[in-house]
């Protein structure tokens, strides 16, 4: 059962990769994540939760995933934990569902979740006071062996890791459309440059959605600020790298992936090189992570973030479902329309929670089961009291999808909604929204929290650098990197103060957390 | 984790995002509140009726994401955990068979194998053997060495050493004994004077930084206002000793003919700036930890293969041969010399037999507190050496002394043995030991007791070393 369109994003149908999950064979194609491969094989059960070992499947196409993670490798390469979302594929990957026995789609342990009435929070704290000779005897050693997720290798690692130390004007951390405008800014001031970006394909959003700048198709576009860098001779692109923390004296830590996407390291290669980056300044262009809404059974497989839906329609050419209801509260969720059209993803239903949804945006959808949903109904019959508890775990894994619309349409006043995935798009708390709050135009998206820490010269948030997005607006035009410590903020401050990583959002006010 | 959960925790009065984490983990997920924190937070502003912002977030630390601990940790795995220090002449250890021990950061030879000889001990006892009756070669680059230079370089050592430096004459070396603030001795070594204001301290190799580091904050933190510099340059110099009575026949064939190296040149304690091989700067310094005549010649560290082929060649008529760490410490046992395993971070000058050392007409690091009375007490444990009644009988490291003839109770302990070893020049098994009232003990016997391997042995106490002790072959 393949889902996945004939013309592909970035991928390469030309070649084939062979790879296993729990044993199946299976095959991906060049330029594949291990999740998307699998929503292209049709395979949307990938893991069981920590506790109640829920049924997990794929929620997001980003590092921010939190539900699809399978054990890697196997042997003394075994490593738990992985995020299917961010693993690059390659011929012969091997990878596992984890945390559940004897088999993922029939796991005993999910029977925790029976007792979720019992186990709130706090009941640890609560029900294992007494006696305290139990503490480390009897009660951490049960909880152990039934909580944790997957296994770590027993042997020891057999490859090498290196460390390293890099030097520069400018570190540029991303490279989305704002990262490769600042860094072309910089570039072009006469700095030198360090570009570092955690996906193996540079481009970020642009590389997961339709997007045009300046009348260019996003990816040509990447790829000609892309190939003006490599010919500067001053710019050190990095891609597979992360940076992940920010140290005294504009110090950054970064690790580099140098070998994650081969079966082995090469003798000669470090699987992974830790990087020291000293920066004189730093554009922190991270990008956006789009927001999850609370519903009953969110959690299960079958619902994804809309914008992880444009994503893999549109960079990988894999369908996470043939038939899908879209749950949105802004109007970035909308675009998600277009792109399942496009795709030829039927669309039941799109559901609105915004007491009056822009016409314009309605009028492009002609679906018998559009619904508005009042924003105070919603959140008190959903948002706050969000998953119920299951009745069958077996029959979770089954249709876990179906009983989620179920209470979505409960809650929106529809009956019935023959489906099988829900694409869902939110701010949190819309219901609580002040009604002063301009609604605009990409909510739903929140800012990774930068790498904090003390710094001489903290990142800056390039809302200055990032014009790249704005049609008619020549890349030539973009501010210089002069320009940008005129907008420093304290990060932490910037990371509270909403918006997206498209300039679009960044004049408004939104009153909304990370 | 629901959002009931999250209103159970407003009820319970965990209502700062902080607490509200702790309790209910929300955030503590892999994606570390990336995804349904946000949510979470968003309908926690809803309960407790406060704006989003108001509300806030957590704290959010690095890692962003997840970095393995291998890529920290990076080559610092397994042996290169911590980097391996070979001395200049670990080459030619090598070729010569020497088989190595770690001390510290360095590897050291333990023995030198010949062809054919298995046991370490028979090649330890036939090292000390060639030491006492022909001469032995051992490479000590290892020890510590520091430069000190300076105007006020001897006063300076006067305050750090507890006995007297200032009067040491030009090309003399001298035995010192750096005392901790308390009063406890911190290191032992010898002070060489090089020139008036040029001295070249050598420490125990298991001190050499700690007493550079010692001697920089003596001079940035308690005297900043003397002239002098302290600069460790123990990677610098390739060091050996030539040791035993045929050491100064050996050394005229290496050393050139301009330098006299005979007993009146070069005493006991000499220093004597020379060139060896035709040219090749160096320093020799007679001193001795093995008791025998003996001699340290120092060049730069990268003549250090080439001087030991030097010596070894030139020694080669007397029957010169190699010997390692094991028998470097046999030799100072017999001699009663005392190392690490005596200067302990326990004993004082006076435990060690060493209380003439500290000068009353100076101060120095130590004096005072060296004085507690405590530190008086004639009770206290002090260094004797023993050796037991029956030669063959195996002398252990810790075992415990005590009276002869009463029960093995903690009571009765008297102290304990520090160091033992088979002396093959004595015939028997001696060692040094750390035992109340020592110094009117002498010709006692008392019991070693080692109840763990099922061990008692009775030991003689002698307060004089058993080899050599009126110094004539060290002199000689």
Redesign the interface.
Known sequence: MTRRLAIAGAVDPARPLGFTFDGRHYTGMAGDTLASALIANGVDLVGRSFKYHRPRGILSAGGEEPNALVELRSGARREPNVKATTIELYDGLEARSQNRWPSLRFDLMSLNSLFSPIFVAGFYYKTFMWPAAFWERVYEPLIRRAAGLGRVAAEADPDSYERAYAFCDVLVIGAGPTGLAAAQAAVRAGARVILCDEDFRPGGRLTLERLTISGEAGESWAAAVLAELAASGRVTIMPRTTVFGVYDHGTYGALERVADHLPAPPAHMPRQRLWRIVASRAVLAAGAVERPIGFGANDLPGIMLAGAVRGYINRFGALPGRRMALFTNNDDGWKTVADAAQAGIELAAVIDSRPSPPAELVAQRNAPASASLPAAKYARRSAVSACAPSRSAARMARRPACRSICSLCRAAGIRRLPCSRISASGRPGTGQLPPSCPRPGRAGWSRPVPPPGPSPSPPVWPTACAPALRPHLPAASSPSIVRCPRQRRKPRALSRSGGSRAAGARSSSISSTM | ?????????HR?GYRSVEHLKR???LGM???Q????N??????M???TGK???E???T??????????I??????HRGRDFRPTRLTPSHRWSVEQGARFVEAGLWLRPQWYARPGEADGNAIINREIRTVRSAVGLCDVSTLGKIDIQGADAAAFLDRVYCNRITTLPVGRARYGLMLREDGIVMDDGTVARLADDHFILSTTSANADRIVQHLEFCLQVLWPELDVQVTGVTEQWAQLSVAGPRARNTLQRVVDPASDISNAAVPFLGVLPVTVCGGVPGRLFRISFSGELAYELAVPARYGTALAEAIMAAGSEFGIAPYGLEALLVLRLEKGFVSSDEIDGTTTARDLGLGKMMSRQKDFIGRVLAERPALLDPDRPSVVSLRTADPLAPLRVGSHLLPLGVPATAAADLGHVTSAAFSPTLGGWIGLGLVKGGARRAGEHLIACDPIRNGAVEVEISLEPFYDPEEVRLRG
């Open positions: 984790m629901t959002a009931s959960d999250i209103e159970l925790a319970e309790y209910t983990t997920a892999t994606d509140g990336r995804t349904a946000v949510a979470g937070l968003a309908i502003a809803a309960l704006s989003i912002q509300t806030g977030t704290t959010f630390r690095p890692p962003y994401s997840p970095v393995a291998a890529a920290f940790a990076g080559h």
